[in-house]
């Protein structure tokens, strides 16, 4: 499994988390032709509360937000646009560490219903879009933002799932 995750939520018993996550983030790593058993990601599926505090250590902001990604490494670009470095596993026998995602129930449950899309597409969208963030890709700056949300709206398609920025949404 590339996920390994931890469920401090119940609720996300609702959605079938697991398979989601794992889904998700095979998908991205398969679109940018990157063996999934390489590779590990740390996934924990929490409520606002959790992720609020999250929030507040690692980014100074102390509110919940939907999704929140740490690299194992940075991986981020130094020019607007390109193209992150994608890594490559040190130990033929033992997965490469990505990093971690954290992701609420709740925020993931009110963005869902507020856009009228069903729960499972919209955190499938959540889990692309950290896992592409462990990759170094990133939204900050226009051309990364550009690069990003056109990844992501490609492995959702592939998926079977609608464009997530139709309406300009922005996560």
């Known amino acids: 499994m590339l996920t390994d995750t931890i469920i401090e939520d119940g609720r996300w018993s609702e959605v079938a988390f697991e398979t989601l996550a794992e889904t998700a983030a095979q998908a991205v790593l398969a679109h ?14 929490c409520d606002d509360t ?3 505090v999250l929030n507040a250590d690692f980014r100074d902001k102390a509110k919940a937000t939907n999704v929140l990604s740490w690299p194992s490494d940075e991986r981020g670009v130094a020019t607007d646009g390109d193209v992150p470095d994608l890594p490559e596993p040190s ?17 993931c449950a009110r963005e869902a ?8 597409d ?13 990759l170094g890709y990133d939204h900050v700056r226009d051309k990364d933002a550009t690069l990003m949300e056109g990844l992501e709206t490609t492995i959702l398609g592939k998926l079977g799932l609608p464009d997530p920025y139709d309406h300009n949404q922005r996560l």
């Not at 940018?32 to 599926?45: C, D, H, N, Q, S």
């Not at 219903?113 to 499972?120: H, N, T």
């Open 32 to 45: 940018l032709g990157m063996a999934a058993e390489a590779f590990e990601i740390a996934v924990l599926a």
């Open 113 to 120: 219903q507020a856009a009228g899309k069903p729960m499972a």
């Open 91 to 107: 130990f033929p026998d033992m997965p490469e560490e990505l990093g971690d995602i954290a992701i609420s129930y709740d925020t």
């Open 50 to 52: 959790r992720i609020g």
């Open 122 to 134: 919209h955190v499938m969208h959540l889990m692309v879009h950290g896992t592409l963030h462990l």
